[in-house]
């Protein structure tokens, strides 16, 4: 059964930083495309970041370059999201997703997601 | 960057139909067969219902379907059912511009 458990969501002033983790079983992580998607309270889901399976090829929403860094340890079955000079609109659920992945070429949707994990940016 | 435009709400009674529908831009829906649906109950994890517009995985029942004219893509799901209640978000390929992806706002459909 594939699961993907996200940690490391907390409270954190404007300026601050978090790191995000999502662990992965299930499936062979290393095969796998993986994203992570943001939901802020009361909106709707945004997608945040994409890395390859090598994480030789990382992706970001506008809003984030320069500031939140996706990786991954695929020895450890591991995602995570660096999240730097963290802002009250950062404040959101963020979810791990899966992007299904065949011959090594990716598709463009998510089939398994985590259950997230809740950020908060306030003073 | 193009957006997604969904319907805030829709509703319908047991047993009935609905179809939610998806608007975008020429360059995004007009261009890529990567239309996605989700479906998101609170505090639950979102849920794939379709992807690549109109092909449904393995487990989602055969009420719901999707399909695409032009700039529009849409969801239906016919015989609703109280279950069935639930945000729903549709979703695209961005294309060249992020090499990512792009989420309609949401539409919250209600089973009377």
């Known amino acids: 059964e594939v699961q993907l458990v996200e940690s490391g969501g907390g409270l954190v002033q404007p300026g601050g930083s978090l790191r995000l983790s999502c662990g992965a079983s299930?499936?062979?992580?290393?095969?796998?495309?993986m994203s992570w998607v943001r939901q802020a309270p009361g909106k709707g889901l945004e997608w945040v970041a994409n890395?390859?399976?090598?994480?030789?090829?990382?992706y970001y929403v506008d809003s984030v370059k320069g500031r939140l860094t996706i990786s991954r340890d695929n020895a450890k079955s591991s995602l995570y999201l660096q999240m730097n000079s963290l802002r009250a609109e950062d404040t959101a659920v963020y979810y791990c997703a899966r992007v299904p992945t065949a011959r090594g070429l990716r598709s463009y949707f998510f089939d398994y997601w985590g259950q997230g994990t809740l950020v908060t940016v306030s003073s | 960057q193009s957006a997604l435009t969904q319907p805030r709400s829709v509703s319908g009674s047991p047993g009935q139909s609905v179809t939610i529908s998806c608007t975008g831009t020429?360059?995004?829906?007009?261009?890529?067969?990567?239309v996605s649906w989700y479906q998101h109950h609170p505090a639950k994890a979102p849920k794939l219902m379709i992807y690549d517009v109109s092909q449904r995985p393995s487990g989602v029942p055969d009420r719901f379907s999707g399909s695409k004219s032009g700039n529009t893509a849409s969801l239906t799901i016919s015989g609703l059912q109280a279950e069935d209640e639930a945000h729903y978000y549709c979703?695209?390929?961005?294309?060249?511009?992020?090499?990512?992806?792009?989420f309609g706002g949401g539409t919250k459909l209600t089973v009377l």
């Open positions: 299930g499936f062979t992580f290393s095969n796998y495309w």
């Open positions: 890395i390859k399976q090598d994480g030789r090829e990382r």
């Open positions: 979703c695209s390929y961005a294309g060249s511009y992020t090499f990512g992806e792009l």
């Open positions: 020429s360059n995004v829906l007009g261009v890529y067969n990567y």
